[in-house]
């Protein structure tokens, strides 16, 4: 199975700061069709989680622009360019390339 | 508009057993594939169980492999998660979803459920 490793698992930010996370994948994500299926979800506290971005860096619609997506192979990059009150919640990289799926531990990211 | 409701969650001792609905309305669920994901209190989530739109392909993750299957009545809107063998770090919130992986320009996107509470206590 595909292991995703996050870093940080925490990240207190100012508001309007910047945030980054990072996403690791045990080995390439690249599917034999030539896309690589990594996307990054957002979980408000109480509520389920939500997808942000699919194959790396499309967002989908509705998802701020302020989010994006950013990497290649197995080092992945979620970066929020300036962080909000409504972005505090747990972040979350999954890869589709491969079954079982697999979820990053999560990072939270929290306002200073 | 879409909705996801889950339903059959509850406690269960060790060693029991219990199945999981999630009935689907608000969109085609006969065209759409589906997931089972559970979230641990407090933890993190985790992928659980894939099928495909005709019910013809499952896959599982290795936690619960050979214990639980996935299926579906498309003529009832409904998913299912027959869960055996029940262990205490069974214990979680099971969410049902469409997760797509790709998407034409960004649009359609995710849909989940508010989950169900399955305890696995003695």
């Known amino acids: 199975d595909i292991v995703m490793t996050q870093s940080p698992l925490s990240s207190p930010v100012t508001l309007g700061q910047p945030a980054s996370i990072s996403c690791r994948s045990s080995?390439?994500?690249?599917?034999?069709?030539?896309?690589?299926?990594l996307s990054w979800l957002q979980q408000r506290p109480g509520q389920p989680p939500r997808l942000l971005i699919y194959k790396i860096s499309n967002r989908f619609s509705g998802v701020p622009d302020r989010f994006s997506g950013s990497g290649a192979g197995t080092d992945f990059t979620l970066k929020i360019s300036r962080v909000e009150a409504e972005d505090v919640g747990v972040y979350y990289c999954m890869q589709a390339t491969q079954f079982p799926w697999t979820f990053g531990q999560g990072t939270k990211v929290e306002i200073k | 508009q879409v909705q996801l409701v889950e339903s059959g969650g509850g406690v269960v001792q060790p060693g029991g057993s219990l199945r999981l609905s999630c009935a689907a309305s608000g969109f085609t669920f006969s065209s759409n594939a589906m997931h089972w994901v559970r979230q641990a209190p407090g933890k993190g989530l985790e992928w659980v169980a894939f099928?495909?739109?005709?019910?013809?392909?499952?896959y599982y993750a290795d936690s619960v492999k050979g214990r639980f299957t996935i299926s579906r009545d498309n003529s009832k809107n409904t998913l299912y998660l027959q869960m055996h063998s029940l262990r205490a770090e069974d214990t979680a919130v099971y969410y049902c979803a469409i997760i797509p992986r790709t998407s034409e320009n960004g649009s359609g996107g995710d849909y989940w459920g508010q989950g169900t509470l399955v305890t696995v206590s003695s």
């Open positions: 099928i495909r739109y005709d019910g013809s392909n499952q």
């Open positions: 080995q390439s994500l690249v599917h034999s069709d030539g896309n690589t299926y």
